[in-house]
């Protein structure tokens, strides 16, 4: 590894070169970021993926949509069509990718859009909705939104990482001082304060910036086409799981914790699945997948054994009110500032 990063490393001092030069064209007004008049919260990161964006973008939508009007704006990754697409219960993910959909079933009142364009999109939102989460548009520097919130994984933070093609990052480590608030996410539960501390140190924060710590949440229960079933259901059942995330160790991790017994088919990060590998996963008695893989598998499968393991963001040390709160705040102080 020590010797592919050598062999790689000329290749990433170009790629810091050009993106540290668009950065400097966009900072000093050169190139032209747009502002609109909705709040844009945009939630992204400095990696290219496995951070965590699709549960916080639930936690937002969540912790929103019992007072505003929310959309959710997303490149729609994956899929087979191009322009603006607004997403219903309906859709597939060969039309619209597998998030927007997944997030579209879990709440069907909000307004869930896809266009790799994001000023085309924000254009036709702005006067539709009371606020816009932009999801992973942390390096779309054509829109100016009101807040920028960075997710880093507490396995693999930015501040460890490297520039692509040496390692997983985007843009260099000081992109991170365009964010207003910093997410340590897939934190295990039990992280003692000690190290979060420590890692806060490591961030190099900004001091208007804070930093907040979450973790993974497991439902207690699996859900299916038709069916709710407890967790417990897998007990003493053979099954498999699978996987088509970017970094599917922590739900791994916590089923092996629950002691089940399972083989692991782990697939690429928004897989599209061949009829050569949809044919060998109808041969599985019993599967178990994220709820990004569920939109994509059940049409093709059509299998009655075959569910979802729901998960949700939880912040630790009690932050969730801090956060929230930082959160309503954007949103009051934009429309006084109309």
């Known amino acids: 590894m020590h010797i592919l990063r050598a062999l790689l490393f000329p290749f990433a001092v170009i790629y810091d070169l050009i993106t540290r030069l668009r950065n400097f064209l966009f ?8 502002s609109y008049p909705v709040p844009v919260i945009c939630v992204g990161n400095l990696s290219v993926g496995g951070t965590g964006k699709s549960p916080m973008i639930a936690y937002l939508v ?13 490149r729609g990754y994956g ?9 219903t219960v309906d859709s597939t993910s060969q039309e619209v990718g597998d998030e927007p959909l997944q997030l579209k079933r879990s709440f069907p009142s909000i307004k869930v859009v896809v266009c790799e364009d994001r000023r085309t999109a924000l254009e036709k939102l702005k006067h539709k909705v009371d606020v816009v989460l932009m999801d992973d548009g942390f390096q779309h520097r054509k829109v100016k939104p009101a807040f920028n919130v960075l997710l880093t994984a507490f396995d693999s933070r930015y501040d460890t990482d490297y520039l692509l093609p040496t390692g997983n990052l985007r843009e260099s480590r000081k992109g ?8 340590v996410t897939k934190c295990p539960v039990n992280v003692p304060y000690a190290t979060t501390q420590k890692i806060e140190l490591d961030l190099n924060k900004t001091p208007s910036q804070k930093v907040f710590f979450t973790t993974i949440g497991y439902a207690p229960n699996i859900i299916g086409a038709s069916e709710i079933l407890s967790l417990d259901y897998l007990r003493g ?6 996987t088509g995330i970017a970094k ?4 791994v991790k916590f089923l092996n914790t629950q002691n089940f017994n399972f083989t692991h088919k782990k697939f690429a990060d928004h897989h599209d699945f061949s009829p050569v590998e949809i044919s060998a996963l109808k041969e599985e008695e019993l599967i178990i997948t994220t709820e990004k893989d569920f939109v994509r598998l059940q049409p093709k499968l059509k299998k009655f054994a075959l569910y979802y393991l729901p998960i949700k963001t939880q912040f630790l040390y009690s932050q969730s009110p801090f956060f929230d709160a930082r959160i309503q705040d954007v949103i009051v102080s ?3 500032n109309k």
């Open 176 to 183: 991170a001082k365009r964010a207003d608030v910093v997410i």
């Open 27 to 34: 900072n000093k007004g050169y190139l032209k970021s747009v």
């Open 237 to 242: 059942k053979n099954f498999t799981l699978v």
């Open 79 to 87: 899929r087979k069509t191009k322009g603006y697409l607004e997403v």
């Open 62 to 74: 969540e912790l929103l949509s019992k007072e505003y009007d929310v959309a959710v704006l997303s």
């Open 334 to 336: 934009f429309d006084k």
């Open 248 to 251: 599917p160790e922590p739900l």
